[in-house]
């Protein structure tokens, strides 16, 4: 199974980005979907989670009510919606599946937010 990001891009504070991570194989239905970022010198941040079937969603707390996570079954991707950026969201995001101890991760995608 591959993942591949996209949607990344430089934007102003305030504006709106929406990325996607297209998965090879249909796997929504037995893993657990995640968006993760990175900072230099910094380890990942668990950004967003979907559970498989999309049951229930969960964000961190410094990005609720501004990013979305959801996903299209039919096309096999998942986004994520991010509204009001913030300089402090600059990073890279990667997508992320989980499923017992196999992790699968996506190349990641360079979001940068201007102020």
């Known amino acids: 199974v591959q993942l591949v990001e996209s949607g990344g891009g430089l934007v102003q504070a305030g504006g709106s980005l929406k990325l996607s991570c297209k998965a090879s194989?249909?796997?929504?239905?037995?893993?657990?979907m995640d968006w993760y970022r990175q900072t230099p010198g910094n380890q990942r941040e668990l950004v967003a989670r979907?559970?498989?079937?999309?049951?229930?969603?969960s964000a961190a707390d410094s990005v609720k009510g501004r990013f979305t996570i959801s996903r299209d079954w039919a096309n096999k991707t998942m986004f994520l919606q991010m509204d009001s950026l913030k300089p402090e969201d600059t990073a890279v995001y990667y997508c992320?599946?989980?499923?017992?101890?196999?992790?699968?991760w996506g190349r990641g995608t360079q979001v940068t937010v201007s102020s």
């Open positions: 992320h599946a989980k499923r017992g101890w196999r992790n699968i």
């Open positions: 194989e249909s796997i929504f239905s037995v893993y657990i």
């Open positions: 979907e559970s498989t079937f999309g049951g229930s969603t």
